[in-house]
Structure formats: structure tokens, C-alpha cells
């Protein structure tokens, strides 16, 4: 049973970072491309970055230069490292693990980053 699961959220003031951390259990870790999405209240969720297989990065306009996706293989972990975080940022942050062009899709039950301003 793939499960994924986030920690690393919280409250922090505008301008500091927060690290996201997500879980991979149950599957082959290195077959799969990981992504980090966002939802804001009464928002659609959004794609903020991803990293292949391969580790090759992908990231949204409104967080480049800010954030940073990686991944751990061996520990199967990927990461979100969030900077000059801001108050628009503020929503729940969901993981999501895929492949491509398969279609397969697994996602965590997010976790709640607020940016007080």
C-alpha cells in the first residue's frame, strides 16, 4: 500500500523559510516522479514545483529563486525547502507522487503552512 505523508508545516513570519518534508512508503521511490502542489482557501490547487526521476526540477513563476524541490532516494524523502516565504504562500501544501505517461498518481494528506504578515 503506497502511502505518502507530509510534515514540516506551520506558522512562520513573512520573510522566513520552512522545510516540507514528504514520506514514501510502500513502492519503488526511485520509479516515480514527485511534485509539491498548494491550496489556498477557496483556491483551486496549484502545482508549485516537482522533480523527476532523474531529479530534474520544475518549479511555478511565483516561487522560483525561493524554493527548492529535492528528493533523498535512499531515505525515500522528498523535499520542499520554502524561503522569503510571504503571506500568499500560506495554504495546504500537498505531495504527490507520479508517473508519467501512465497516468498512476498517489497524494499525501498535506500539511498546513501560514505566513503571518
Known amino acids: 500500500q503506497v502511502r505518502l505523508v507530509e510534515s514540516g508545516g506551520g506558522l512562520v513570519q513573512a520573510g522566513g523559510s520552512l522545510r516540507l518534508s514528504c514520506a514514501a512508503s510502500?513502492?519503488?521511490?526511485?520509479?516515480?516522479?514527485m511534485g509539491w502542489y498548494r491550496q489556498a482557501p477557496g483556491e483551486q490547487r496549484e502545482l508549485v514545483a516537482t522533480?523527476?526521476?532523474?531529479?530534474?526540477?520544475n518549479y511555478a513563476d511565483f516561487v522560483k529563486g525561493r524554493f527548492a524541490i529535492s528528493r533523498d532516494y535512499a531515505k525515500k524523502v522528498a523535499y520542499l525547502q520554502m524561503n522569503r516565504l510571504k503571506a500568499e504562500d500560506t495554504g495546504v501544501y500537498y505531495c504527490?507522487?507520479?508517473?508519467?505517461?501512465?497516468?498512476?498518481?498517489?497524494w499525501g494528506q498535506g500539511t498546513q503552512v501560514t505566513v503571518s504578515s
Open positions: 522533480i523527476s526521476r532523474g531529479g530534474t526540477t
Open positions: 504527490k507522487m507520479f508517473t508519467t505517461p501512465s497516468g498512476s498518481e498517489y
Open positions: 510502500g513502492t519503488i521511490f526511485s520509479l516515480y516522479d
